[in-house]
């Protein structure tokens, strides 16, 4: 039987990049998360009879939403909903499922690599067929919905054991509990040489920050591929993660770091976040970061079975350093720059036109599934050091000294007011018709907008996705406001130098001239009372 239970709008449920995050107590609140389940359902057409993706990272009130979703799908009319067991599905993992299932979409539980907890963090995101983020059409009209929104429906039921694998009914709708990392290891297994690795006999450091992609590191490195048991730290998936931040970076992963700068460190180190779709990548002695990791995987994607024939075009977030576009130079396709969203990637992997993307955030993926991929990313690296017998620094250097070196930064500063945030960057976009010609110490900017993307597949134009500030010689800065937080505002500053010479120097010091530069210019310190960011990558 459908219940009906009447509702009023929230005023603060648009969806970002990444659907809709807050923290867990607003998510709490009587019909806040029904209310946005049901504008999603309100929003999709061919609901009757089709199948619904439904899993999470395993964060603080994901086993309690999913029971909601589920009998809100019965209600919506769905046939069937599949669900990882015990709630659990890495959002690759979730888009892969939906698209071998034929799935309609599905509703990925998570928010991302921001911490868990009670009084932490939580988010929802649909995605599509594809098995990617909804597009902008979709979350507007998700948005719009839940302005008017009067009702929300499920059909009475008890909570289901998400544990149990099988089928069970709720209501008129099937739903299949299934192993989360089957398939998702069985993918893995046609892209990437096994054998190989497994033959190279490597050692390996993998730290899963106590989130999702625990079982499926340890199903994968240590069952399949033979890596010693306690390779993979901190594997069991926790609903506060343990009380850590799941974020791959190199300030909270800093054991890790320690792991691999030691004489004794193993081959190759590696981590992942809240959901599995960021990756870290460190060698012995060698962090290498996202945007050469990027281009690193690109040059020598080819030597793993499912690149053999090549790259289709390589595509890279705005922020993202040029590195990979050399990459694409010297192979002779394409190079496509978008703005920051997985989504934008997911047309140009759909139209054929690339086949490995990547974020300066940690995201790296390929045309495999519709999401950024950190499981995929590491087993990439590691098919490659298989492959040439050579470690992660020696790829590193042999790379920058083909293609030279982009030294990169990335300075985060969080939780700053909105107000203030959204000044700075008034002020910033103010200055844009003037920037041009003036001097910052040795450094003279030869231009400076506001980022705009024509998506080449539907050309569909997005702006305002950033201000870059280009400085003769081919150095640059870029400001943006994320979009993937939960309360105030992060100025996110990427600094990006570029030598075709010096490839060996300390980045902080190639990147000084250009951070001074970077206050001059926005007047960070003045308007974020900052006079150092919280976090630099």
């Known amino acids: 039987?459908?219940?009906?239970?009447?509702?009023?709008?929230?005023?603060?449920?648009?969806?970002?990049?990444?659907?809709?995050?807050?923290?867990?107590?607003?998510?709490?609140?009587?019909?806040?998360?029904e209310n946005f389940v049901q504008s999603v359902f309100?929003?999709?057409?061919?609901?009757?009879?089709?199948?619904?993706?439904?899993?999470?990272?395993?964060?603080?009130?994901?086993r309690e939403v999913i029971q909601v979703a589920i009998r809100m799908a019965a209600a919506a009319g769905f046939g069937r909903v599949i669900v990882g067991q015990g709630g659990i599905l890495s959002t690759p993992a979730a888009s892969n499922l939906i698209r071998i299932r034929g799935a309609l979409g599905g509703l990925v539980l998570s928010a991302s690599h921001n911490p868990g907890g009670p009084d932490e963090?939580?988010?929802?995101?649909?995605?599509?067929?594809?098995?990617?983020?909804?597009?902008?059409?979709?979350?507007?009209a998700i948005h719009a919905r839940t302005t008017t929104i009067t009702v929300w429906r499920d059909v009475e039921a008890d909570d289901i054991d998400l544990d149990r694998l099988g089928e069970?009914?709720?209501?008129?709708?099937?739903?299949?509990?299934?192993?989360?990392?089957?398939?998702?290891?069985?993918?893995?297994?046609?892209l990437f040489d096994f054998d190989a690795i497994r033959a190279a006999k490597l050692t390996m450091a993998f730290d899963a920050m106590s989130a999702v992609t625990g079982p499926y590191a340890t199903e994968i490195l240590e069952n399949r591929l033979g890596f010693a048991r306690g390779?993979?730290?901190?594997?069991?998936?926790l609903p506060d993660f343990g009380g850590h931040h799941p974020d791959p970076n190199l300030v909270h992963a800093h054991e890790l770091?320690?792991?691999?700068?030691?004489?004794?460190?193993?081959?190759?180190g590696a981590a992942s976040d809240g959901d599995g779709d960021r990756n870290l990548i460190i060698g012995r002695g060698r962090f290498v970061t996202p945007s050469d990791s990027l281009a690193m995987l690109a040059a020598n994607a080819h030597l793993a079975p499912g690149y053999a024939q090549g790259l289709k075009g390589i595509a890279r977030s705005m922020p993202t350093s040029a590195a990979a576009d050399r990459v694409a130079a010297k192979l002779g396709i394409p190079a496509y720059e978008t703005p920051t969203g997985w989504k934008f990637f997911g047309n140009l992997l759909d139209a054929g036109m690339a086949t490995i993307c990547g974020e300066e955030s940690a995201g790296t993926g390929s045309d495999h599934v519709r999401e950024k991929d950190g499981l995929w990313a590491v087993l990439l690296w590691l098919n490659i050091l298989a492959a040439t017998g050579k470690s992660v620094d020696q790829i590193a250097r042999d790379h920058w000294a083909t293609y030279g070196r982009n030294y990169y930064a990335r300075h985060d500063y969080e939780g700053v007011e909105s107000d203030r945030a959204d000044a700075l960057m008034a002020e910033l976009r103010g200055r844009l018709a003037t920037l041009p010609g003036e001097r910052f110490g040795d450094l003279t900017v030869e231009a400076a907008d506001d980022f705009a993307y024509e998506d080449p597949t539907d050309g569909s134009v997005s702006r305002n996705q950033g201000v870059r500030v280009l400085f003769a010689g081919g150095s640059r800065v870029v400001f943006r406001l994320s979009g993937t937080g939960t309360s105030g505002a992060t100025l996110r500053v990427y600094l990006e130098r570029f030598d075709a010479e010096r490839i060996d120097e300390d980045t902080t010091e190639m990147l000084a001239d250009i951070a001074a530069a970077a206050d001059a210019i926005a007047g960070i310190v003045r308007h974020t009372g900052r006079d150092q960011p919280d976090v630099v990558t």
């Open 257 to 268: 770091y320690e792991t691999m700068m030691a004489p004794d460190a193993p081959d190759f």
């Open 42 to 62: 309100d929003a999709i057409d061919g609901k009757d009879g089709a199948t619904l993706v439904i899993g999470g990272d395993g964060r603080f009130l994901n």
């Open 168 to 190: 069970v009914q709720v209501g008129d709708m099937v739903v299949e509990i299934v192993d989360p990392v089957a398939d998702y290891a069985v993918l893995m297994e046609k």
């Open 1 to 33: 039987m459908i219940r009906e239970h009447p509702t009023t709008p929230f005023t603060d449920q648009k969806p970002g990049t990444s659907g809709l995050r807050k923290k867990v107590r607003v998510f709490q609140q009587p019909n806040y998360a």
């Open 121 to 140: 963090d939580f988010g929802i995101k649909y995605n599509i067929a594809n098995g990617g983020p909804a597009p902008e059409k979709v979350t507007e």
């Open 231 to 237: 390779t993979v730290r901190n594997g069991t998936p």
